[in-house]
């Protein structure tokens, strides 16, 4: 258990995010964000209570198979083609300590690479027992751990060959609406990383490299599942002993 | 060399994508049996103190064309000004108002509606207060990063003028894109991603 989570809630304003770290509006290489990113100066605006708030969310949410896309959308005693995988890590805020209640939703597409959506065209084969999503909440030390199986890459309409590698969206809720955050994880080794105009929307490879998942043998299950490891960071509070306090009002 | 702070970084953004839907409203994208309901789905119920009102939202792009596979959250205060939050420490907020709504674009008219109450006003800082607002996050196919902004009420013209944040905004022809009209029973906020229209999108 984190030394935190014994505390009163930490109520500080967020720490400023550093926007150079992430990827810009405009990628000119990712086509679609042209027209859909901001041309005009961000207003910066110091934490109010309506950014340091947000929602939480409880374990009761949680239904037994949110965490198994396995099995979630599968028939009784059937489960989804693919390798089986284990997906586990920990949600941490930027000063290392865990994110206890997290909320973590996950999608992606089936091991032949296609989403089950209306709008997806890709000729690969539907898997009638995945449906491609699931979540579930961080505990006390922020850790958290599903399973699923390996999505396959897949093309998609950008340049005329473009693939995206193997990889699962992750949507995070921190403590703060300010910390909400959607990302992709990806999977070690995989050389199509190097070559997405997704993941080169971001302008540091080590901050890339933040988003590959590391293959864990030891956390791995024998003729079951292996384990990939992938922890997420969410902006971290100021501490808020030398703020002014809210409550004074 | 000097001490380490020991600092992590955030974890790098990627976009939601054209499938967000699966994973945040999938009951709404066809997928269902997996879980009961889209979270974020129902903000009220029938004992939420408050007036009602619904927020019609759209997200436009740079030619005025509306997304229809954006996600729109919002969060805001209850009637009283509380936010139903672990981190709200001014008080209990009412229990039958989450406070928080998600809802996709429709894939045909690019309109979201959420069934939500006027919030009340919440403090700036001590003794300075902001007009009833509607904080908005907007992610989408070619967003790269989640975008920030607010929505203010039209009739809340006096609290609007003493508004400290939308004091902030030095070119003031851009006030009115954070600003809801009434329609109905539905205030209608449009989000332009850009041009002229651009709404005011905030680095919180």
Known sequence: ?249 | MVQSLNRLKESPSQTAGPYVHIGLTPNFSGISGVIARDLGDEMVNDKTLGERIGIRARVLDGTGTPLKDALVEIWQADSAGLYNSPTEIRGTADPNFTGWGRKATDMTTGECLFQSIKPGRVPYKPGVLMAPHVSFWIVARGINLGLNTRMYFADEEAANAEDPVLARIEHRVRVPTLIAERQGDAYVFDIHLQGEKETVFFDI
């Not at chain 1, 109520?11 to 042209?34: C, E, M, N």
């Not at chain 1, 198979?65 to 949600?91: Q, T, W």
């Open chain 1, 1 to 249: 258990m984190s030394a935190e989570t014994k505390h009163p809630p930490e109520i500080g304003a967020f720490f400023q995010r550093d926007r150079s770290w992430h990827p810009r509006g405009l990628t000119p290489d990712y086509k679609t964000s042209v027209l859909r990113s901001p041309e005009k100066a961000l207003l910066s605006l110091d934490n109010t209570i309506s950014e340091i708030t947000g929602p939480v969310f409880g374990h009761g949410i949680l239904g037994a198979l949110d965490n198994d896309l396995i099995h979630n959308f599968a028939k009784p005693g059937e489960s989804a083609i693919g390798e089986r995988i284990i997906v586990y890590g920990r949600v941490l805020d930027e000063r290392g300590n865990g994110v206890p209640g997290a909320l973590l939703e996950f999608w992606q597409a089936n091991a032949g690479g296609r989403y089950r959506h209306k709008k997806e065209g890709y000729i690969a084969a539907l898997d009638p027992n995945f449906g491609g999503c699931g979540r579930t909440i961080t505990d006390e030390d922020g850790a958290y751990a599903f399973r699923t199986i390996r999505p396959g890459a897949y093309p998609w309409p950008n340049g005329v060959n473009d693939w995206r590698p193997a990889h699962i969206h992750f949507s995070v809720f921190g403590h703060g609406f300010a910390q909400r955050l959607i990302t992709q994880m990806y999977f070690e080794g995989d050389p199509m990383i190097w070559q997405c105009p997704i993941v080169r929307t971001i302008p540091d490879k080590a901050a890339v490299e933040m988003l590959v998942a590391a293959l864990d043998m030891q956390a791995t299950i024998p003729m079951d599942a292996r384990a990939y490891k992938f922890d997420i960071v969410l902006r971290g509070r100021r501490s808020s002993v030398f703020e002014n306090r809210l409550e004074g009002n």
